[in-house]
């Protein structure tokens, strides 16, 4: 898969932007405020249909406009094709070679990008809905069908909540911890099997970078599941034992209004050795730690899908000390993975451009091609 | 300006679901412009509609009002042990299009939906249950929809009915026949593959 060109207009400050990247490294450059950031945001909407950062759609538009458009013509087993995502009046609508997309499945096919800013790298100490998205992101990428999965999931835990509030007699209430037991038991065999892929590949690649002897790890394993071993468990072993969880903790959700158990309050554990890197890592470990995860997971996703997600930092490097800084540039050089970064300080990616490296300067929503 | 009795027309076709201002305009206009027959039989549907159809007491399918109960109801070559239950009208005559099911009908009228406020005492059940007391029915199909809503309203039948000693039963949930598999979307793909089967 690879990104040949991308078109913005009225896209956050973007009024009308042309790209054409390189087949590896394009570096955009600018002062921060400019709409650097805007462009990576583009290509992320119209890799996931979601923002990266806004929290609305209707943020995503240009100020003072209703209409907003981000294509790209990407190169897909060997076919051009473009996808294109439109907001008009707060709709989103997604459309393939022109043609509006049937599902979201056909729009997804093939194109998967792994986006890191410098949010991430507070996930290690942040908090574990931070912690929850940043997983949650991955197992997407990985497992398309999570995007379903987790809808469903949201609307089955949002209709249990509401009867709790409501008062709702218990045999309504119970229909409901089924339907949340089912497809919650779905949530943690993806997030399972994702981090169980994702193992190895963090270990090895926070050895390369995080100076520390203490081997990283990543651990999940849901609070209050009782009765089963969360690592072996079947799917329905695991619906068993969140149905029961749901029933145990019944009449303290009842008595609060809201679901208590499940995957929605579960924690991913960061470990360096055996100590919680959440509690004891030092603020360079725990971006070691992201990049590291971040890296297993790109690795990943080359060994199972047998392509390279595009990728995309968001001025991470002026976050990383110079080591670490050196450490992703060269990866990402070495990788063969097609690369669109943004920095306020040309110098600190150098080490990342080649010979078909192409540059960018970013100001006030412009962006026009330099050299190098 | 448009005289009073277009106007209306206009408004009251803008009602109708999926139509808008301009649909229902150029609506009113064919109707206008049609010979005067058109309109009067389209009027005399709409009332006998209202006048003649009502819901069967027993199963809340479609009815005719002068009769006592729906046509499948009242049709003797249905096996009286087998009892589908559908969330809407439309589920039911999907059904019916195959031609395979020969069982009784009940429809629900809606799926518990506590999103919209939607709770049991809004649907059919409680009729279901009356229903279901002194009969034949050894089995009751539970044909809601494979969403979350549609399962959740499934189970919640499901445990009122096992009690009663009825066999319950889900329809299966997979791939379509006829269907290729490169057409299926991912969530269905993903569920076919965890509850395959031997053969």
């Not at chain 1, 997407?140 to 509030?165: H, I, M, V």
């Not at chain 1, 990402?332 to 097609?338: D, P, R, V």
């Not at chain 2, 549907?45 to 005719?64: E, Q, R, T, W």
């Amino acid at each position: 898969m690879k990104l040949l060109s991308l078109s913005y207009e009225n896209f956050r400050n973007l009024a009308q932007v042309t790209l054409e990247p390189s087949a590896h490294t394009t570096v955009a450059v600018g002062e921060n405020g400019q709409g650097k950031t805007n462009l990576l945001e583009g290509v992320y909407f119209l890799a996931t249909l979601k923002a990266l950062r806004a929290s609305k759609l209707l943020e995503l538009v240009r100020f003072g406009q209703t209409f907003s458009r981000v294509s790209g013509r990407f190169s897909l087993g060997g076919a051009e094709r473009e996808i294109a995502v439109e907001i008009r009046n707060g709709v989103r609508t997604a459309f393939v070679d022109g043609k509006r997309a049937q599902s979201l499945e056909s729009y997804f096919g093939g194109v998967s990008v792994v986006a890191f800013t410098p949010d991430d790298l507070s996930v290690v100490k942040g908090s574990p809905e931070g912690r929850r998205t940043f997983l949650d992101r991955a197992v997407f990428n990985r497992f398309p069908a999570f995007l379903d999965e987790s809808r469903e999931y949201q609307r089955a835990l949002k209709s249990r909540n509401r009867l709790l509030k409501d008062r709702a007699p218990f045999a309504h209430l119970s229909a409901w911890d089924a339907t949340v037991a089912k497809v919650g038991a779905r949530l943690w065999v993806r997030r399972r099997a994702l981090l169980g892929e994702l193992a190895t590949g963090v270990v090895e690649a926070f050895s390369r970078i995080g100076r520390t002897e203490a081997p990283a790890q990543l651990l999940y394993a849901p609070e209050r599941l009782a009765g089963v071993d969360f690592a072996t468990a079947s799917e329905e072993q695991l619906m068993h034992a969140l149905a029961a969880g749901l029933d145990a903790r019944l009449q303290r959700d009842w008595e609060r209004g809201f679901t208590s158990v499940g995957p929605h309050v579960d924690d991913v554990e960061l470990k360096l050795g055996e100590h919680s890197a959440r509690a004891y890592a030092s603020q360079g470990q725990s971006r070691a730690l992201v990049l590291a995860w971040k890296v297993a997971e790109i690795e990943n996703l080359q060994r199972t899908s047998g392509f390279l997600p595009l990728l995309l930092l968001d001025d991470v490097s002026s976050e990383l000390d110079p080591e670490r800084n050196a450490f992703l540039m060269q990866y990402l050089a070495n990788s063969g993975a097609q690369v669109l970064l943004t920095t306020t300080d040309a110098q600190l990616v150098r080490s990342a451009a080649g010979a078909d490296t192409r540059w960018y300067k970013v100001k006030t929503g412009l962006v026009e091609a330099v050299d190098g | 300006m448009t005289p009073d009795a277009l106007n209306r027309l206009v408004a009251q076709l803008a009602k109708l679901p999926g139509i808008g201002e301009k649909t229902a305009q150029r609506l009113a206009f064919h109707v206008l412009r049609a010979p005067a027959e058109y309109a009067r039989g389209l009027s005399a549907a709409l009332l006998d509609v209202v006048d003649h159809v009502s819901l069967c007491p027993k199963c809340f399918s479609l009815c005719d009002k002068a009769h006592p109960q729906c046509g499948f109801c009242s049709d003797t070559r249905r096996d009286d042990k087998l009892l589908c239950v559908v969330e809407g009208i439309a589920d039911e005559l999907a059904l019916e299009r195959t031609r395979e099911f020969k069982g009784r009908y009940h429809v629900l009228h809606g799926v518990l939906s506590p999103l919209e406020g939607v709770g049991p005492d809004q649907l059919r059940i409680r009729e279901l249950l009356t229903r279901l007391q002194d009969t034949d029915v050894e089995e009751v199909i539970l044909a809601t929809n494979p969403d979350v809503e549609g399962e959740a309203t499934a189970l919640y039948l499901t445990r009122l009915l096992k009690p009663m000693g009825i066999k319950v039963t889900r329809l299966a949930q997979g791939i379509p026949m006829g269907g290729d598999l490169e057409f299926a979307d991912q969530a269905t793909l993903a569920r076919a593959l965890s509850a395959r089967r031997d053969i």
